[in-house]
Structure formats: structure tokens, C-alpha cells
């Protein structure tokens, strides 16, 4: 695999360098991000390298800003009034925010798992079919092989397949949650982006969700927000700690929980405050 | 028992003795009750609370009842005389006695009918535009509009019907159809008209004379267009309907648009769908059972409606045999302009309980209106949401 972090100029190297202790292909690239909603300045000088194929979590208290910067990667602050953003966000060295990217081409590229199961009003089979029909593809068989793949990526096919014209309400969250993981897969996205994808299931499918991030980082770039400090250990390489809209530390997610480098940190991993 | 009955204070009590009164007990009951005494006025209170909220809850029963039995009580001697061709006949006649309502019956359904027809499509796409498109500074003064147009009386859509839109029809919608004579084209357009009716058009201008009625000669549309062109008509009633149900409608269908979750919408766009794929496919299908209500709250309006549609259609059957023409250039009649117009000159007796009896028909057509839209509602809701 091509390494991207070799062509940028050397204060990024250095800059991916000091935030990860193994040398990876960066995904995205972070560069002096303040974002504004209105007057509220809810990220401040935000740097991080997101490396490729692995899980990076992002932790913190309520109202950190890690949630609004995982929806900088996807431009899904756009449709919110009055928000504006500076610096600069690549993607694989493409500029996200340049006035030529297409919005929707690049959330096909990045896609999205919101903390709230959110199936649309259709059934389980049309629940995926979706984002590859509106992408263009009508063929039946296509579509069949693409919501089987997805369903047993999301390892739900099993529970599912015999009902896949069932109204997806009828699942149970936990469900819900993975058919909106294999409905983000069925548009074959590089990256996915999860809004504390667990924080509204049991302890059972949150397992379930974890492993499955275990088996999709062989694939895909996953970036994860996240309240569950343990869930952040058991399934990152990479986390980043936020605080006030500032990130205080970024590093290999056993650096940041065994020896952290800040004292904020070391007080939010220890449960002193959050 | 008396001296056991403070004993839950009495942990308390020493501690407190020195320095404080004793605890006060309340008035030692023969009961060992735990439950302080201002607990149970507070539950002579939930009674109290609970009967009235139920008595008012019930009255509303009750009026409706008494209004079903006052209804039929007084129409009786009609409905034993006319029977099921009541409503099934068209013959209203004070002088022979003999009274049918269907025309009446068919004006309601048809005016209203009309009226959504013309407003539907209008005040989805203006509630989607002001839930989904319009920018900000728009969509307060809009909103303020609809519901504005909302608070307008009928009496004054009425009005506005008789000097403005019956006027404009007549000159501009019915005299240029049904005669093509009148001299608000030049003569020497309208020659040119025909030069290419003769070949292309589907109908023909080739006659000028009032009898002719070109568009109504016109296979499978022709029916709408037959009649005269006083201007009093079904399709100004329609319209004016249709003006005053649109902002209901309107309104309710936006409060429905903007109550879906953000979540739905943000899960469309995460996908990569445009803002049309959005709104297509994912918020009408959520608010489809919502819409439907939006729909049938402004059909319930438009049954109902009295004095705009009484000083717009005409109040007369149209002159078919059946009293019922489906031309939108007809005059017609409604349930409601009926009554408005006849009660005050009915006589007593037959008469008036045929009218009274049209007042029961009216009630019905309301009931089984309603009743049909919720289900429907009730269905789409659970084929929406898979019975949760």
C-alpha cells in the first residue's frame, strides 16, 4: 500500500509521527480545524492523523466537541445553519471542504453509524437497497447479493433473512444499529464514521457491534465517538482525548490509557471527572 | 394503640427533646395508619380531580348523542315517508311534498372533492418547500401567512368569490370554452384558432352559435365542461374550498414534516442522497400517515363549510335528470347551503323534517368521513412504522 504520509511536506510527517508510535497510511489528515456554530467556537485548532484500516476512538466529557468533529469528516455540519469551519481536512490528500468536492460523492466515500439506530420507514431488504439505488443500481440480482453481503457483514443475516420484507421497526435496537452499519456498507464507503453507536443498546449487542468493528477495520477506516472509556480501549488502535473543543492528546489508545502524557487525560481515563 | 401510634417519630425523639417539643402527633387514630392525614384530602382531591375531568369527557358523548336522537326525532316523519330514496332520489319539491336530497348530497362530496384535488398537491409542495428548502428569513413570514389565511371568516372568501373569481371565470375560463363567440378575442385571432382546429386541435370552434359547447364534445374529458356559464358554478365552489382548506393543510402537513426525527434525514444524507432523494423517499414516506390526516382535517373543513360555498355554487341542481352532473361549469348545491338557504321558509312539517333529516345525512357523511380517515391513518401508521 502506498504510504500518503510520504508526500506531505515534513512538519505533517512529523506531525503523524508524534501521534502514532507505528509508521501507517494516513486516511485523513487534520490540519488547524476551528469550527463555529454561530459565535460558539465548538473545536479549536484541532490536529489529528487518522490512519488507514485501523479503528481510531475519540473520548471525552458531554459537550467536548468530539461529536462535531466526527461530523466535520463528513460535512454533515453543512446542513446545520450558520456553522463555519477553517483549516483544512483531507481526505487520501483531497481537500473535503474545497468549493469542487461533491457533498454527496463524499459521503458515499464517508459514511456514517448515528448513536441512534435511525432504519428508515421501509423494510429490512429496501433499508440497504437504499444508498445503492440511489446511487444508480436497479439490478435485482446486484441488489440481492449486495444486501446479503452486508447482512452477514453486519452479522445480522441470520436473524434476518428470512424476513427481509419485514418493516426494519420490527427489529430490536440492537438490530436496528447493525442493519444502519450494513446499510453504510451497501454504498461500499472507505471510512465510517460511529456516533457512539452503542450507547443506546445492551450490553449484548454492543458486544456484537464490537466485534464486528473488530472484523470491519480489516477494510474499512473506522472512526468512533464514544462515552464507554472500556470500549474505547478494547476496540482502538488510536484514541484522542477532547476536551472544551480542544483535542488535549492524541496517541496508540494503550499510550493514552496506561500512560498518558497530560494530566487531564490521566484524570478523565482514571474516572476523576467526565 | 394510642401510645403505639407515634411510633415512627420516636426514633427521633430523644435526640430532639432537649431542645425541641415533642414531635407532634397527629390526632391518635384506632388505625396504626402510616399515611399522613394530608394524604388523603390530597386523594379526596384526585376524586374530585378524576370526576370532573370524567364529566367533562362525558358531555361531549352526550351532546353528540342527544344531537343523533333530537336529529332523527324531528326528521322522522320524513324518513318514514321517503325512506332509502331520500337519498337516493332528486326530486325537491315544497309544492307536491316530496323531497330527496341526492343532488344535495352529491354537491358536498363533489365540491369537496374538487377542493382537494386542487389543494393537495399545493399544500404538500408549499409545506415541503417551508419544512425542507425555503431559507430562513422566508419561512416565518410564510408560516405566518398560511396560518393568517387560516383566521380569514368564509363570509369573506365568499365575498372575494362573488367580485373577483366568479367574475374572472366567466370571462376568462367559461365564455371562452362554451362560446367561443364572445368578443374578448378578435375576431380574426379566433379565425386563425379555427384555420388550425379544423386539423390539429381535438376540438373544434368551428360553430359560434350558444348552443355549441366544443370542449364538451371532447371524448373522456368532455363531462366536466358541459353546462352553462353563469359563473355560479361547482368549480368556484371547488376553488374557494380549496382556497380556504389549503393552509389546514398546509400548516399541519409542515408541523408534521418538521416533527420527523433529524435523525431520518441525516441517515439519508450520510449516504450520499441529495436533498430531493431525502425528501422523496424518506420524510413523505415517514409523514405519509401524518399527510393523510393533514388531508382528511381539510376534507372534514370543506364537508362542513356553509357560507362561502352558498354564495358561490349557484344553489341549483343542475338541470340533468338525476339532479347530479359532474360538469365543474354547473351550478350545484350542498347539504349545508341548503339548510342555510331553506330553513328559515320551511314549512312545518314535512318540509322541515326533510330538512332536518338532509342535517342527519350531513352528521353521517361527516362520521363515516372521519372514521374512514382514521383507519387509513391507523393503517399507514402501523404499514410505516411495522405495528410499533
Same mark, same amino acid.
Given at each position: 500500500?502506498?504510504?500518503?504520509?510520504?508526500?506531505?511536506?515534513? %512538519?505533517?510527517?512529523?506531525?503523524?509521527?508524534?501521534?502514532?508510535?507505528?509508521?501507517?497510511?494516513? +486516511?485523513?489528515?487534520?490540519?488547524?480545524?476551528?469550527?463555529?456554530? %454561530?459565535?460558539?467556537?465548538?473545536?479549536?485548532?484541532?490536529?489529528?492523523?487518522?490512519?488507514?484500516?485501523?479503528?481510531?476512538?475519540?473520548?471525552?466529557? %458531554?459537550?467536548?466537541? +468530539?461529536?462535531?468533529?466526527?461530523?466535520?469528516?463528513?460535512?454533515?455540519?453543512?446542513?446545520?445553519?450558520?456553522?463555519?469551519? /477553517?483549516? *483544512?481536512? $483531507?481526505?487520501?490528500?483531497?481537500?473535503?471542504?474545497?468549493?469542487?468536492?461533491?457533498?454527496?460523492?463524499?459521503?458515499?466515500?464517508?459514511?456514517?453509524? =448515528?448513536?441512534?439506530?435511525?432504519?428508515?420507514?421501509?423494510?429490512?431488504?429496501?433499508?440497504?437497497?437504499?444508498?445503492?439505488?440511489? &446511487?444508480?443500481?436497479?439490478?435485482? +440480482?446486484?441488489?440481492?447479493?449486495?444486501?446479503?453481503?452486508?447482512?452477514?457483514?453486519?452479522?445480522?443475516?441470520?436473524?434476518?433473512?428470512?424476513?427481509?420484507?419485514?418493516?426494519?421497526?420490527?427489529?430490536?435496537?440492537?438490530?436496528?444499529?447493525?442493519?444502519?452499519?450494513?446499510?453504510?456498507?451497501?454504498?461500499?464507503?472507505?471510512?465510517?464514521?460511529?456516533?457512539?453507536?452503542?450507547?443506546?443498546?445492551?450490553?449484548?449487542?454492543?458486544?456484537?457491534?464490537?466485534?464486528? !468493528?473488530?472484523?470491519?477495520?480489516?477494510?474499512?477506516?473506522?472512526?468512533?465517538?464514544?462515552?464507554?472509556?472500556?470500549?474505547?480501549?478494547?476496540?482502538?488502535?488510536?484514541?484522542?482525548?477532547?476536551?472544551?473543543?480542544?483535542?488535549?492528546?492524541?496517541?496508540?489508545?494503550?499510550?493514552?490509557?496506561?500512560?498518558? *502524557?497530560?494530566?487531564?487525560?490521566?484524570?478523565?481515563? $482514571?474516572?476523576?471527572?467526565? | !394503640?394510642?401510645?403505639?401510634?407515634?411510633?415512627?417519630?420516636?426514633?427521633?425523639?430523644?435526640?430532639?427533646?432537649?431542645?425541641?417539643?415533642?414531635?407532634?402527633?397527629?390526632?391518635?387514630?384506632?388505625?396504626?395508619?402510616?399515611?399522613?392525614?394530608?394524604?388523603?384530602?390530597?386523594?379526596?382531591?384526585?376524586?374530585?380531580?378524576?370526576?370532573?375531568?370524567?364529566?367533562?369527557?362525558?358531555?361531549?358523548?352526550?351532546?353528540?348523542?342527544?344531537?343523533?336522537?333530537?336529529?332523527?326525532?324531528?326528521?322522522?316523519?320524513?324518513? &318514514?315517508?321517503?325512506?332509502?330514496?331520500?337519498?337516493?332520489?332528486?326530486?325537491?319539491?315544497?309544492?307536491?311534498?316530496?323531497?330527496?336530497?341526492?343532488?344535495?348530497?352529491?354537491?358536498?362530496?363533489?365540491?369537496?372533492?374538487?377542493?382537494?384535488?386542487? $389543494?393537495?398537491?399545493?399544500?404538500?409542495?408549499?409545506?415541503?418547500?417551508?419544512?425542507?428548502?425555503?431559507?430562513?428569513?422566508?419561512?416565518?413570514?410564510?408560516?405566518?401567512?398560511?396560518?393568517?389565511?387560516?383566521?380569514?371568516?368564509?363570509?369573506?372568501?365568499?365575498?372575494?368569490?362573488?367580485?373577483?373569481?366568479?367574475? =374572472?371565470?366567466?370571462?376568462?375560463?367559461?365564455?371562452?370554452?362554451?362560446?367561443? &363567440? #364572445?368578443?374578448?378575442?378578435?375576431?380574426?385571432?379566433? &379565425?386563425?384558432?379555427?384555420?388550425?382546429?379544423?386539423?390539429?386541435?381535438?376540438?373544434?370552434?368551428?360553430? =359560434?352559435?350558444?348552443?355549441?359547447?366544443?370542449?364538451?364534445?371532447?371524448?373522456?374529458?368532455?363531462?366536466?365542461?358541459?353546462?352553462?356559464?353563469?359563473?355560479?358554478?361547482?368549480?368556484?365552489?371547488?376553488?374557494?374550498?380549496?382556497?380556504?382548506?389549503?393552509?389546514?393543510?398546509?400548516?399541519?402537513?409542515?408541523?408534521?414534516?418538521?416533527?420527523?426525527?433529524?435523525?431520518?434525514?441525516?441517515?439519508?444524507?450520510?449516504?450520499?442522497?441529495?436533498?430531493?432523494?431525502?425528501?422523496?423517499?424518506?420524510?413523505?414516506?415517514?409523514?405519509?400517515?401524518?399527510?393523510?390526516?393533514?388531508?382528511?382535517?381539510?376534507?372534514?373543513?370543506?364537508?362542513?363549510?356553509?357560507?362561502?360555498?352558498? !354564495?358561490?355554487?349557484?344553489?341549483?341542481?343542475?338541470? /340533468?335528470? $338525476?339532479?347530479?352532473?359532474?360538469?365543474?361549469?354547473?351550478?350545484?348545491?350542498? !347539504?349545508?347551503?341548503?339548510?342555510?338557504?331553506?330553513?328559515?321558509?320551511?314549512?312545518?312539517?314535512?318540509?322541515?323534517?326533510?330538512?332536518?333529516?338532509?342535517?342527519?345525512?350531513?352528521?353521517?357523511?361527516?362520521?363515516?368521513?372521519?372514521? #374512514?380517515?382514521?383507519?387509513?391513518?391507523?393503517?399507514?401508521? +402501523?404499514?410505516?412504522?411495522?405495528?410499533?
Amino acid at each position: 500500500m502506498m504510504d500518503v504520509t510520504t508526500q506531505k511536506p515534513s %512538519s505533517l510527517q512529523d506531525l503523524a509521527r508524534s501521534q502514532t508510535s507505528t509508521p501507517t497510511a494516513t +486516511k485523513i489528515l487534520v490540519e488547524n480545524v476551528d469550527f463555529y456554530y %454561530s459565535a460558539f467556537h465548538a473545536l479549536k485548532t484541532i490536529n489529528i492523523v487518522i490512519p488507514d484500516r485501523q479503528v481510531t476512538a475519540l473520548i471525552g466529557p %458531554s459537550g467536548c466537541g +468530539k461529536s462535531t468533529f466526527l461530523r466535520t469528516l463528513n460535512r454533515m455540519n453543512d446542513l446545520i445553519d450558520g456553522t463555519k469551519l /477553517t483549516g *483544512k481536512i $483531507s481526505l487520501d490528500g483531497e481537500d473535503l471542504y474545497d468549493k469542487r468536492v461533491d457533498v454527496v460523492d463524499l459521503r458515499k466515500r464517508v459514511g456514517m453509524v =448515528f448513536q441512534k439506530p435511525n432504519p428508515f420507514p421501509m423494510s429490512i431488504y429496501d433499508n440497504i437497497a437504499y444508498g445503492p439505488r440511489i &446511487h444508480g443500481l436497479t439490478n435485482r +440480482k446486484k441488489l440481492n447479493e449486495i444486501v446479503e453481503r452486508t447482512l452477514r457483514g453486519s452479522a445480522l443475516w441470520e436473524e434476518v433473512k428470512d424476513k427481509l420484507k419485514a418493516s426494519a421497526f420490527a427489529l430490536s435496537g440492537g438490530q436496528q444499529q447493525r442493519l444502519c452499519i450494513a446499510r453504510t456498507l451497501a454504498v461500499e464507503p472507505e471510512v465510517i464514521l460511529m456516533d457512539e453507536p452503542c450507547s443506546a443498546l445492551d450490553p449484548n449487542s454492543t458486544f456484537r457491534i464490537e466485534q464486528l !468493528m473488530e472484523d470491519l477495520k480489516k477494510d474499512y477506516t473506522i472512526v468512533i465517538v464514544t462515552h464507554n472509556m472500556q470500549q474505547a480501549a478494547r476496540v482502538s488502535q488510536r484514541t484522542g482525548f477532547f476536551l472544551r473543543g480542544e483535542m488535549k492528546e492524541f496517541g496508540d489508545t494503550d499510550q493514552i490509557f496506561t500512560s498518558p *502524557k497530560q494530566k487531564d487525560t490521566e484524570d478523565y481515563v $482514571s474516572g476523576k471527572f467526565g | !394503640m394510642a401510645d403505639r401510634a407515634p411510633s415512627v417519630p420516636s426514633t427521633s425523639a430523644p435526640l430532639l427533646a432537649a431542645t425541641a417539643p415533642p414531635p407532634r402527633v397527629s390526632k391518635s387514630t384506632s388505625a396504626p395508619s402510616r399515611i399522613p392525614p394530608a394524604s388523603s384530602l390530597a386523594r379526596f382531591g384526585d376524586k374530585i380531580y378524576g370526576a370532573v375531568t370524567f364529566l367533562a369527557s362525558l358531555s361531549i358523548f352526550i351532546i353528540i348523542l342527544w344531537l343523533l336522537y333530537q336529529l332523527t326525532g324531528a326528521s322522522l316523519p320524513a324518513i &318514514h315517508k321517503f325512506g332509502w330514496s331520500f337519498i337516493t332520489k332528486s326530486d325537491w319539491n315544497e309544492e307536491t311534498n316530496s323531497f330527496h336530497a341526492l343532488p344535495f348530497i352529491f354537491g358536498t362530496l363533489y365540491s369537496s372533492l374538487i377542493a382537494l384535488v386542487l $389543494s393537495v398537491p399545493i399544500s404538500i409542495g408549499a409545506a415541503i418547500f417551508l419544512s425542507e428548502l425555503a431559507p430562513r428569513w422566508i419561512r416565518t413570514p410564510a408560516t405566518f401567512l398560511i396560518e393568517l389565511l387560516a383566521a380569514i371568516p368564509s363570509v369573506v372568501y365568499g365575498l372575494w368569490g362573488i367580485f373577483i373569481l366568479i367574475p =374572472f371565470l366567466k370571462l376568462y375560463v367559461f365564455q371562452p370554452v362554451i362560446q367561443p &363567440h #364572445v368578443p374578448i378575442y378578435h375576431r380574426h385571432l379566433v &379565425h386563425s384558432v379555427i384555420r388550425v382546429g379544423h386539423s390539429h386541435l381535438p376540438f373544434s370552434y368551428n360553430h =359560434f352559435d350558444t348552443t355549441h359547447i366544443p370542449l364538451a364534445q371532447v371524448k373522456g374529458i368532455g363531462f366536466l365542461f358541459t353546462g352553462q356559464s353563469a359563473g355560479y358554478s361547482m368549480l368556484a365552489a371547488g376553488m374557494i374550498l380549496a382556497i380556504m382548506v389549503t393552509p389546514f393543510i398546509t400548516a399541519v402537513t409542515r408541523d408534521i414534516l418538521r416533527a420527523i426525527p433529524r435523525s431520518q434525514r441525516e441517515g439519508s444524507y450520510a449516504l450520499g442522497a441529495t436533498q430531493w432523494e431525502t425528501i422523496k423517499q424518506v420524510v413523505i414516506p415517514y409523514a405519509k400517515s401524518g399527510i393523510i390526516g393533514a388531508v382528511i382535517l381539510g376534507l372534514g373543513r370543506a364537508l362542513g363549510e356553509t357560507m362561502a360555498v352558498t !354564495m358561490v355554487i349557484g344553489n341549483q341542481s343542475p338541470s /340533468t335528470p $338525476s339532479g347530479v352532473s359532474l360538469s365543474l361549469f354547473d351550478s350545484g348545491y350542498t !347539504m349545508s347551503s341548503v339548510l342555510a338557504n331553506k330553513f328559515n321558509e320551511a314549512i312545518p312539517g314535512l318540509n322541515l323534517a326533510a330538512l332536518v333529516e338532509i342535517a342527519l345525512v350531513l352528521f353521517g357523511v361527516t362520521v363515516f368521513v372521519n372514521i #374512514v380517515a382514521r383507519l387509513l391513518v391507523f393503517y399507514t401508521a +402501523k404499514d410505516v412504522h411495522g405495528g410499533k
